[in-house]
């Protein structure tokens, strides 16, 4: 399975694995098992490791889950951050998650790093607190 999904150890965010290719059936299914992990947390935060991305899943994929993450509930209250696989043809989906967010009101943010992306993540702020 080209993605694994879990609570992170301290149970403050849902972090997700992705290696190789991902279709969009996979990608349905590691947003699914995301959402369900979430619902167990305090904050619904999510970590996105695509550093094992070999290629881009397909954008239409993207489009709608996008669409699927902004009618979640909680959304204004939703963050996630990712980390960009290496090869920068591998990185252009990710960049495209982060805009198609963004662009339906959602604190998605891309980042090179794992521990710039975890701190930004993990950042209190008056509009992430329950």
Avoid at 30 to 54: I, N, V
Avoid at 94 to 105: D, I, Q
């Amino acid at each position: 399975m080209p993605w694994q999904a879990r609570t992170s150890a301290d149970r403050r965010y849902v972090e997700i694995l992705y290696s190789g290719r991902v279709t969009p059936d996979e990608l349905q299914a590691a947003f699914d098992r995301a959402m369900e992990l979430s619902r167990s947390l305090e904050r619904p935060w999510f970590f996105a490791d695509c550093t094992g991305l070999t290629e881009n899943p397909p954008l239409s994929g993207l489009y709608f889950l996008a669409d699927q993450f902004a009618t979640v509930a909680f959304q204004q209250r939703v963050r996630e951050a990712l980390v960009l696989p290496p090869r920068p043809e591998s990185a252009d989906s990710v960049t495209l998650w982060e805009t198609t967010c963004a662009n339906r009101g959602l604190d998605v943010k891309v980042f090179a790093e794992r521990e710039p992306a975890l701190d930004w993540l993990l950042r209190e702020s008056p509009s992430s607190r329950p």
